[in-house]
C-alpha cells in the first residue's frame, strides 16, 4: 500500500464497513485490505447474513459482491434501499462481470459504485475513502441544515408572537386573517389596532426579501407602530412616523410597501393612505374590485414627501380584502400566479358571509391553484366585513 492512499484513508472519518462476499478466500483479501484503514469491519459470506449485520449494526458502507447463492448481491442491495433503516447506507458492488449492462442495473438498484474483480487493493482504499467522505460530508450537512430549520421554525414561532393574538370583537364590524411565511420567518406584518370610538386602525407591511433580515425589520416596524404617541387616527402620519424610525436604511437596498387604513364603524367610512402596497378589494353586492387609493413611495426608502389620503363611504354587508403580493404571486407548477383577476373572482364567489369563512374559502382556492407547489413569497389576508 501507498503512503499517498495512506494519506487518502485518513480523511475518511471512523466508519463501519461490512464486508460481503461467497468466497472465503475473497473476502479474507477483502478484510485484510481493509484492515488498519481506522474502519470497523463486519463480514458476511451469503446474502441473508448481510442484510442481518446491516439492519442490527448499521454499517456505513457495504462493499457488496454481485454473484452469491441464494440472495445475490443485487437483491441485497434492492432490500437495503427499500427499507428506510438501511436505504442510506452506501453500497458499492465488487463483481468479475465487468460489462456496462451489469453497472448500469447495479447503479439503478441505488449502488454509488462499481469495482471490477479482481480487486486492487489500492482502488479500493481509494474509492471507499471518496465515499465515506462524502457520506459524512452530507450528514454534517444534513446536521447543519436541521439546526437551521429548528432555529428559524423557532424563530417564526417567535414572529407570530408579534401578531395580534386575536382581533377586535364588535358587533358591526368582524375580521378574518391569515398569514403564512414563505421561509420560516418572513417581512409580512398586519395589525388591528382599537382607536376608541367604534374606530380601527389597519396596517398591512411587506418587508422586501425573505428570511432573517426581512423578520428582523419587520419586528422593528411593529415596536415602532406599537410606540406611537397618542392614537393613530391620521393614516399618512402614520406612514411618515414608520418611515421617520428607518432612516438608516434609506441608503440600503431594504424597503416595504405600506398600508394603513382607519374605519370608522359609526360613520361606514374608510380612509386609506397607501406607500407602494396594492388597494383593498371591495366586495358590494357581490361584485368585487379594488379601491381607488393614490400611492406614495415605499418606505424605508427615503423620504416619504406627501402621501394621499382617500377616504371611501362604506355600506352594510360590505367585504374589504387586505393582502399582499405573496397572494397574486403565488405561483403553480407550470409558473401562473394566482395574480388580482383570481383573487378578485375567488372573493365574489364565496357564498361565505362571515369574514374568517371567506378567508378560508380563498385560502383553499389559492392552495387548489398551486396544487401543492411551495410559496416563494409571505401572504398575509385579512378580510373585514361589515353588518
Given amino acids: ?51 442481518d449485520i446491516a439492519r442490527k449494526a448499521h454499517p456505513d458502507l457495504v462493499l457488496l459482491d454481485v454473484m452469491m447463492p441464494g440472495l445475490d448481491g443485487f437483491e441485497v442491495c434492492r432490500r437495503l434501499k427499500g427499507s428506510a433503516d438501511t436505504r442510506e447506507m452506501v453500497v458499492i458492488f465488487l463483481s468479475a462481470r465487468g460489462e456496462v449492462t451489469d453497472k448500469v442495473a447495479g447503479l439503478e438498484l441505488g449502488a454509488i459504485d462499481y469495482i471490477t474483480k479482481p ?43 408579534l401578531l395580534p393574538m386575536q382581533v377586535p370583537d364588535h358587533p358591526v364590524v368582524r375580521f378574518g386573517t391569515y398569514y403564512q411565511t414563505s421561509r420560516h420567518a418572513g417581512g409580512d406584518y398586519y395589525d388591528v389596532l382599537s382607536l376608541g370610538d367604534d374606530r380601527f386602525g389597519i396596517l398591512v ?19 415602532v407602530v406599537h410606540a406611537y404617541p397618542g392614537v393613530a387616527d391620521d393614516p399618512p402620519a402614520l406612514l411618515h412616523y414608520i418611515n421617520r424610525h428607518f432612516q438608516f436604511l434609506w441608503e ?43 400611492t406614495a413611495m415605499c418606505v424605508l426608502w427615503n423620504e416619504l414627501g406627501a402621501v394621499p389620503c382617500v377616504e371611501h363611504q362604506l355600506a352594510p354587508a360590505d367585504v374589504i380584502a387586505f393582502y399582499t403580493d405573496g397572494i397574486t404571486d403565488r405561483q403553480a407548477a407550470g409558473g401562473a400566479m394566482f395574480d388580482l383577476d383570481r383573487l378578485r373572482d375567488a ?29 416563494d413569497d ?6 373585514i366585513g361589515l353588518d
Avoid: C, W
Fill in 347 to 375: 372573493l365574489t364567489r364565496t357564498t361565505a358571509r362571515m369574514p374568517a369563512d371567506i378567508v378560508t374559502a380563498i385560502v383553499d382556492e389559492l392552495d387548489g391553484f398551486a396544487g401543492g407547489e411551495e410559496p
Fill in 205 to 223: 407591511v411587506d418587508v422586501s426579501g425573505h428570511g432573517a433580515p426581512a423578520a428582523i425589520v419587520m419586528a422593528m416596524i411593529r415596536a
Fill in 378 to 383: 409571505d401572504q398575509t389576508l385579512l378580510v
Fill in 1 to 51: 500500500m501507498s503512503i499517498e492512499v495512506t494519506r487518502e484513508m485518513a480523511v475518511a472519518p471512523p466508519s463501519t464497513i461490512l464486508a460481503v462476499d461467497d468466497s472465503a478466500t475473497n473476502l479474507q483479501v477483502l478484510v485484510r485490505t481493509l484492515s488498519g484503514s481506522g474502519h470497523r469491519i463486519l463480514a458476511a459470506r451469503d446474502g441473508a447474513t448481510a442484510l
Fill in 119 to 161: 480487486i486492487q487493493a489500492e482502488e479500493v482504499l481509494a474509492r471507499v475513502s471518496v465515499h465515506l467522505s462524502r457520506l459524512h460530508l452530507e450528514r454534517a450537512l444534513r446536521q447543519s441544515r436541521d439546526r437551521l430549520d429548528k432555529e428559524l421554525a423557532s424563530a417564526a414561532r417567535m414572529q407570530r408572537l
Fill in 252 to 294: 440600503t437596498p431594504m424597503y416595504a410597501t405600506a398600508l394603513y387604513a382607519v374605519l370608522d364603524a359609526q360613520r361606514r367610512t374608510l380612509r386609506v393612505s397607501s406607500a407602494g402596497h396594492p388597494p383593498p378589494l371591495l366586495r358590494r353586492d357581490q361584485q368585487a374590485a379594488p379601491l381607488p387609493v393614490e
